[in-house]
């Protein structure tokens, strides 16, 4: 609690840990500011896209339809066409699949092993604890995208290997945050008050802290997300990523790279693309209640 | 202009997030401070009396605006000033000296040039003028090596040197108001008497316009000439400060001045209870042999840190404590900051190991650590923390968490375990309707209520109790009390009631102990805190609690340095 | 002094351990490939005779734990082996691209430091005005723009509409300002775009967080100006913050550097792993690897290092 809180507020204010507001519900979406409400538009559009894009995608994504490479927007394609006359509108569709599906995959992965073994770490024994901070610590030093390199070169970016790479990349730093977030609880007094009572360490996680730490979680793992969508299409990017014939969107910046010169769009708008999704995201989260600190 | 140092009249603060729907927080206040007098501002929580006190400084807090009134300080208009204008109004009119001197104080910069930064950079003063000025200043406050005291950071000075540097850097100006913002409530009360007795010194001498906030009806007596009684953010009462507090004529005054000196009334009656319960005691005592304690602690020795070759830890809290609780008894344990008593809670509890020493309850060795005590032992024992509402999980309901030890302990389940929560409720004077809420929508004081039907529900025999009034206003605290006493006498539950505050402990005890840097100095029945062969220490104690009487300042003890060497190292 | 001493040891020796940890997991992914590093690096049609014998010459036949042993003391001493793709020592390619990796950092920090100190101490000094606003929306946004977009606009509007700088060309010896500038403008710009935000939003929020202490509303409350609070009083406090804002977000710069380096076909120590990456060059790129990790725990390091330092309770112990 700040020093200064003076005698007037002190037995009224909530405990300003986190969580102590984790119950300020329902009222978030009306106070959402207009920076947050754009985000919210932006993710929302890039996942219905992902989910109900190829049942209306006008063509197969590796369908040959113009003989004209790098073609202008026209009503026939909306979006132009490729380095070799596809539909890139098709394309961006199934591509946006693959980016969203991978990264929230590996975002889920990432951030639920994080919390668990934050969680471990707290309640468990100091070997536990000291092995996996020390083995987690050591984890984050090595800069996310150049583990990636490293875990590509061993295994190969097949999609499953993509999906791991992806995660365990950022579950170093989840874990982080889930732990920092469980040790500020586990001085609370009401999880001491826990303990006092006799509650097994198991009690202690899942009922008095974990409800405490979802919220702060969650923001950080839309943060995980973002991180992660650049990531893998900055691997595609480098030809290391998804591998043709399947392509997400930052293999469509890849392949369509000559068209730059000529500034088209086959090349542009799947970086856009990218872009309004990370930057929804971003936006999204900053501006939810409680964000936890930075990644 | 007029003989009036302060004018401030239908003075409106209000919040300012929606426009519609502001909160009134102030509403027409309006008194006047002849130059040379003091005057308080009483009032509990939220009573809005450190907005006003900021609002004569141009200053609101953010979230809030002043919506209407005027603010006069020594013939300016504050509302009025421009923004160099309210800077240069702050740096040479009114002065503020703020709750906590210690977060107060810039931890990065040297405490000289904090105290002279304003007169320098508003060109009151020349930095040598100011820095002598300033040395004056300290060695009229009597702080200690006044020549180089201001050469230190802050974290190298004590708390309350710390208050009376805060004081200088106020007074370096020669400012025509001073603002007291609760001075002397974060200090023990043994340095709070050092510091007051300061303070009220340099008014007299000076002849300083004041304006006193504070809660504490006993420090405001000693001071203030006449008080305004503030209650959500409206005047209740003002007058002279011995009619007002003497003879309360508005029912608000009157319940606080009641809530100040009823404890004395409540520590009466407890008393006689005591002395009641005792001859039943003894009573029984006759048949069988004397009546084993309920709790025994011998040799107790606790701390923090690495522990060393003899097994002591390298910061140790507590040296060589025992005591004893009765069954059916309540034991005040007293101390200081620093003196270890909330680690002999945590002993107790068996969240901290102690080094060395024994417990028992009921005869039976307790377990050093809390993992290792069979459950039983623990439902026996049961603690209530200082913050109600860090005790209490936000994310669950108060059903819920009533709920945990009736399953814990008894296997309680469905409309048993729900008849049992609602009589937990009527026991604490709680409406059965609260089961469903959430502590982030409970008051303070029903919050320590849920916490000690929390600790009832484990039908314990002792409750360990860490400064559970501290954090509460005089009134919520006191019934607080009162539902403690009327708890013990109805159920024959025994506490270690641990507090730094004499009276609250007057009111609930009937045995104490005092702590003094991790040591027993003294302890026995609750008389012995008027004996006048207490230990010096224990007298100490008891003679600084002020007493809402005027006057009592002078008759406070002189001086700390009668206690000896052992004193002086507690100042950090 | 004594107790800072000890106190930078202590971080020394966590990092030298950290870094232990990282050539364990660095050495246990690449040694656990499918395949055999002498088969890929001579390739299908090479004889089980040349595989053996490489085999032997690379101590692939030794057990994990001395092939690791080995390869940390090669590490350490400077000859971490040789590269499978072109036979050169790894030490000798390194010390032709680290330097250049470095410029490019360089000229990176010395352009984006700067400019984000600024831009967050303005934003922190009118908090909640609308330059605040705007930067902090704009940082926000610039964050999660990914770099290959900012290279890639950055070339097509500069490089290829404009001609105002070069793409592609780089005058490595004693290139003429004029050449360094157009050589590295773009480069520099492209990674300066997310981590002058980055480093702004951090120091905006270590800054805000010092007003929100009691001892800037007493500041302001005995007559210190705004700008005076910010930059006497919080931001003195905030040094450890602020050095630990700059050291995270250049640690950014090591994962950007990779799409950049290869975007201009930079020659620096970036370009060389991921080349590393499509031969399976595992020497190469162990040693890369190891080289960015130490980079990012240095970072670190000397946030810790200055935290510690610009702290009076422990300098004045």
Avoid at chain 1, 140 to 167: D, K
Avoid at chain 2, 563 to 571: I, M, P, Q, V
Wanted: proline share 5%; hydrophobic share 50%; aromatic share 6%.
């Amino acid at each position: 609690m700040s020093p200064f809180v003076t005698p007037e507020t002190r037995s009224e204010i909530p405990a300003t840990k986190p969580g102590a507001a984790a119950t300020v519900t329902g009222r978030k979406r009306k106070s959402l500011p207009l920076s947050g409400r754009i985000g919210l538009v932006m993710v929302l559009f890039w996942v219905a896209v992902a989910l109900v894009g190829p049942l209306i995608a006008p063509h197969a994504p590796g369908a040959v339809v113009s003989n004209k490479v790098f073609g202008p927007m026209s009503l026939r394609f909306p979006m132009g066409t490729d380095y070799l006359g596809r539909d890139m509108l098709s394309r961006v569709i199934f591509g946006a699949q693959y980016t969203v599906g991978l990264a929230l995959a590996a975002a889920v992965m990432a951030s639920a092993s994080g919390t668990v073994l934050g969680l471990l770490a707290t309640i468990s024994g100091r070997w536990v604890e000291e092995i996996l901070s020390r083995l987690l610590d050591a984890l984050i030093c090595v800069p996310s995208t150049i583990f990636a390199l490293v875990m590509v070169a061993a295994f190969g970016s097949s999609l499953p290997f993509l999906l791991l790479t992806a995660a365990l990349s950022y579950v170093a730093g989840a874990f982080r945050i889930a732990r920092s977030l469980a040790v500020n609880l586990s001085v609370q007094e009401y999880v001491q008050a826990a303990r006092v009572r006799g509650e097994g360490r198991l009690h202690i996680a899942c009922v008095e802290m974990l409800p405490n730490m979802i919220h702060p979680m969650l923001a950080d793992f839309g943060l995980r997300f973002m991180f992660i969508v650049l990531m893998l299409s900055g691997l595609s990017f480098l030809g290391l990523g998804v591998q043709p014939p399947a392509a997400d969107l930052g293999s469509l910046i890849r392949e369509n790279l000559s068209g730059l010169d000529n500034g088209a769009p086959a090349v542009l708008l799947p970086a856009i693309a990218v872009a309004t999704l990370t930057i929804g995201v971003n936006l999204l989260i900053d501006s939810l209640p409680q964000r936890g600190d930075d990644a | 202009m007029s003989s009036h140092q302060v004018r401030v009249s239908n003075l409106r603060v209000v919040t300012s997030d929606a426009a519609d729907r502001a909160a009134v927080l102030v509403k027409d206040v309006s008194f006047t401070i002849p130059r040379g007098e003091v005057l308080a501002l009483i009032g509990e929580s939220g009573s809005g009396k450190t907005t006003v006190a900021l609002a004569l400084l141009g200053h609101t807090r953010a979230g809030c605006r002043i919506a209407g009134g005027s603010i006069e300080v020594a013939g300016t208009d504050v509302l009025a000033l421009g923004s160099r204008q309210i800077l240069d109004h702050r740096r040479r009119r009114v002065a503020y000296i703020a709750q906590s001197a210690a977060a107060a104080f810039n931890p990065a910069r040297r405490i000289m040039d904090q105290v002279t930064e304003t007169t320098v950079v508003g060109r009151l003063m020349t930095r040598n003028a100011a820095r002598e000025k300033a040395v004056e200043l300290f060695r009229s406050l009597a702080l200690p090596d006044p020549h180089r005291i201001g050469e230190r950071y802050p974290h190298q000075v004590s708390g309350g040197q710390l208050q009376r540097l805060l004081a200088a850097m106020a007074l370096m100006s020669d400012p025509e108001l001073v603002i007291f913002d609760e001075p002397t409530t974060a200090l023990d009360v043994t340095t709070q008497v050092e510091v007051l007795r300061e303070f009220k010194r340099l008014i007299q001498e000076r002849g300083t316009t004041a304006l006193y906030v504070s809660h504490d009806l006993a420090v405001v007596a000693q001071l203030a000439d006449r008080v305004v009684v503030l209650n959500s953010g409206e005047v209740r009462e003002s007058g002279p400060t011995m009619r007002v507090l003497g003879t309360p004529t508005d029912s608000y005054t009157r319940s606080l001045v009641a809530a100040a000196t009823g404890r004395e009334a409540v520590c009466a009656l407890r008393r006689e209870v005591a002395i009641a319960a005792s001859v039943g005691v003894s009573g029984r005592g006759d048949l069988s042999e004397p009546l084993e304690p309920l709790l025994s602690v011998d040799g107790l020795t606790a701390g923090y840190g690495k522990v060393d070759a003899e097994g002591f830890p390298s910061a140790i809290a507590l040296r060589d404590v025992s005591l004893v609780v009765k069954r059916g008894g309540a034991l005040g344990v007293i101390g200081e900051s620093g003196s270890g008593k909330s680690t002999l809670a945590r002993a107790l509890a068996g969240i901290v190991a102690p080094a060395f020493g024994t417990l028992r309850l009921e005869g039976q060795l307790l377990e050093a650590r809390m993992e290792r005590r069979p459950r039983k032992q623990l439902r026996r024992i049961q603690i209530v923390f200082q913050h109600a509402d860090a005790a209490l999980n936000p994310a669950h309901t108060v059903a819920h968490i009533l709920s945990r030890p009736l399953k814990l302990y008894f296997g309680m389940h469905g409309t048993e375990r729900n008849e049992r929560i609602a009589r937990l409720l009527d026991l604490v004077h709680l409406d059965r309707s609260m089961a469903a809420r959430r502590p982030p929508e409970l008051s303070g004081g029903q919050k320590q209520r849920v916490n000690l039907a929390r600790a009832l529900a484990a039908e314990p025999a002792l409750i360990l109790c860490d400064e559970v009034t501290s954090a509460l206003d005089a009134a919520v605290g006191a019934a607080i009390l009162e539902l403690m006493a009327e708890l013990r006498r109805e159920l024959g539950l025994s506490y270690v009631f641990i507090s730094h505050d004499v009276s609250a402990i007057r009111a609930i005890c009937d045995e104490v102990t005092v702590l003094y840097a991790g040591q027993v100095v003294d302890s026995g029945p609750l008389r012995r805190l008027d004996d006048p062969a207490a230990h010096p220490y224990t007298r100490l104690l008891v003679s600084c609690v002020p007493e809402m009487r005027s006057g009592w300042l002078e008759d406070a003890p002189a001086t700390l340095g009668q206690l000896g060497t052992a004193r002086l190292d507690a100042s950090r | 002094m004594q107790v800072i001493l000890r106190l930078i040891l202590k971080r020394l020796a966590a990092a030298a351990l950290t870094l232990l940890l990282v050539s364990v997991i660095v050495f246990t992914i690449t040694s656990l490939l499918p395949g055999d590093a002498a088969q890929t690096a001579l390739g299908q049609n090479a004889t089980p005779a040349a595989v053996a014998a490489l085999r032997l010459k690379l101590g692939l036949d030794e057990p994990a734990i001395l092939r690791y042993l080995h390869w940390l003391s090669g590490l350490l001493s400077g000859h971490p082996g040789y590269s499978y793709s072109d036979g050169l020592p790894v030490s000798a390619l390194i010390a032709k691209r680290l330097p250049e990796s470095l410029l490019l950092a360089a000229a990176t920090a010395v352009v984006s430091v700067p400019i984000a100190l600024t831009f967050g101490i303005l934003a922190a000094m009118y908090r909640g005005s609308m330059l605040d606003r705007t930067l902090s929306t704009t940082a926000l946004a610039m964050v999660a723009v990914p770099e290959f977009l900012v290279a890639t606009v950055g070339v097509l509007i500069f490089a290829v509409k404009l001609r105002w700088v070069s793409a592609l060309t780089f005058e490595l010896d004693h290139p003429s300002l004029r050449e360094f500038l157009r050589g590295y403008t773009l480069p520099v710009l492209s990674l300066c775009f997310a981590v002058v935000a980055q480093m702004a939003r951090m120091t905006r929020a270590a800054i805000v967080d010092q007003l929100r202490q009691p001892y800037a509303e007493m500041a302001a409350l005995k007559g210190v100006s705004t700008s005076r609070i910010v930059l006497t009083h919080a931001l003195p406090n905030a040094v450890g913050p602020i050095v630990n804002a700059i050291a995270l977000s250049l640690s950014f710069l090591l994962g950007g550097t990779i799409i950049v380096e290869t975007i201009f076909d930079y020659p620096g120590i970036a370009r060389l792993m991921v080349d590393a990456v499509s031969y399976r060059d595992m020497p190469v790129l162990q040693t890369c690897a190891m080289i960015f990790s130490a980079a990012y725990l240095g970072l670190v390091l000397i946030a810790d290092v200055c935290a510690i330092l610009s702290n009076p309770k422990l300098r004045r112990q």
